[in-house]
C-alpha cells in the first residue's frame, strides 16, 4: 500500500488498471499523469472500427477482450478512490528504505488477488474520466461489474 500510495503523491491523477487470471487478481497497472485522464469511449470505438486497426482487434480477442470496450472494464479504480484504503499507509522516502527491507520478508507470499480484490471495493465508475455516450459508459460499466 505504501508504494502505491507514493506514486500517487508523486501524480495526483493516477488510474489504476487490472488484469485476472483464471477470476483471480494478478497484475496492476498503475498510470500515472499530473493532468486529469480523460479516455473518450466514442473515439475509441471510432478508431476500432478502421481497418488499419484489425490487427489491435485481433490481439484484443485473443487475450479475451470481446468487444474491444471491454478491456477499459479493467479500470480498478484511481487515488481519489482509495484514500479512505490507504488512510494508515506509509509514504516511501528515498532517505527511508523501510518498505524496500520490509518487502524482502514477502518472497513467496502472494497477495495479490486478496489487495485487488480489497481495491475493488473502492473503486467507483469514473464518470470525468470515461466521457462519451451513454451506451458505451454502459457497456463498460458492464466489463467493470464483471471483474468483481
Known sequence: MGAALTFFEAFPHTSIWGSN???????????????ALEVDLDQIRQRAERPDYADVLAALRNVGFEPPIALLGTFAGQASDLGPWLRNAEINHDRDLRLQYLAGFQLNVYQGDPIYREMLKYRKFPGETFVGSDELKELVGKAMAALR
Open 21 to 35: 487470471n483464471k477470476g483471480q487478481g494478478y497484475d496492476t497497472v498503475l498510470l500515472g499523469k499530473v493532468e
